[in-house]
């Protein structure tokens, strides 16, 4: 069973990561035909997080991010930040280019 979000999160971390792989993914489509291309360099993100104890059998926790201005329950003691380093890469390994293949 999918644990629920706490209140004053937005996403848990794997959602944040899998909504910024969508973009880029958008970014490279609608750069196709494009006279100038940019290639993809490390990608940094940062955010606040709220630790929850996963109440399942696997016994681990979860990663929520944090609403930028939250109240309530999320508080200044119970947030942590994690900074996550990505260098994007193609299925075979190559750089990402937001343009066309050719």
Known sequence: ???????????????AVKAL?????????A?????IQFRVGTI????SVEVTADAEASGGVKFWVV???AKGSVG?????TVTLEL????????????????
Not at 21 to 29: G, K, N, W, Y
Not at 44 to 47: I, V
Not at 76 to 80: D, F, G, L, Q, W
Not at 87 to 102: F, N, V, W
């Open 67 to 69: 609403e930028l201005g």
């Open 1 to 15: 069973m999918k644990q629920p979000r706490p209140e004053g999160t937005v996403a848990s971390l794997a959602e």
């Open 31 to 35: 750069g196709q035909d494009e006279a």
């Open 21 to 29: 792989r969508s973009e880029l993914i958008v970014a490279m489509e």
């Open 76 to 80: 200044r003691t119970a947030t942590h």
């Open 87 to 102: 260098k994007p890469q193609t299925r075979t390994g190559g750089d990402a280019l937001i343009s066309d293949e050719e």
């Open 44 to 47: 940094n993100m940062e955010f």
